[in-house]
């Protein structure tokens, strides 16, 4: 993870099984994998819900405002 100004400027997630990863977030976010956008959807609560493939990585980037 990394923080600026207080804020989240990057996050990356390794999924070692594959399936639905769920990550409580303040702001938007766009996920990205393999320098690709991936689905993700905005749940109740602030959790942005994404599938992953297992040995995968994710990189969790805000979104400007």
């Known amino acids: ?3 600026e100004d207080g804020r989240l400027a990057r996050a990356g997630i ?3 099984l594959g399936g ?3 990550v409580r977030l303040k702001a938007p ?20 819900e994404f ?3 297992r040995g ?3 990189e ?3 979104r400007a405002r």
Not at 30 to 47: F, I, Q, Y
């Open 1 to 3: 993870m990394a923080w």
């Open 14 to 16: 390794r999924s070692d």
């Open 20 to 22: 639905v990863c769920r």
């Open 29 to 48: 976010a766009t996920v990205l994998s393999e320098g690709r956008a991936v689905e993700a959807k905005v749940m109740p609560g602030g959790v942005l």
């Open 51 to 53: 599938s992953t493939r």
């Open 56 to 58: 995968g990585s994710y």
């Open 60 to 62: 969790i980037l805000p």
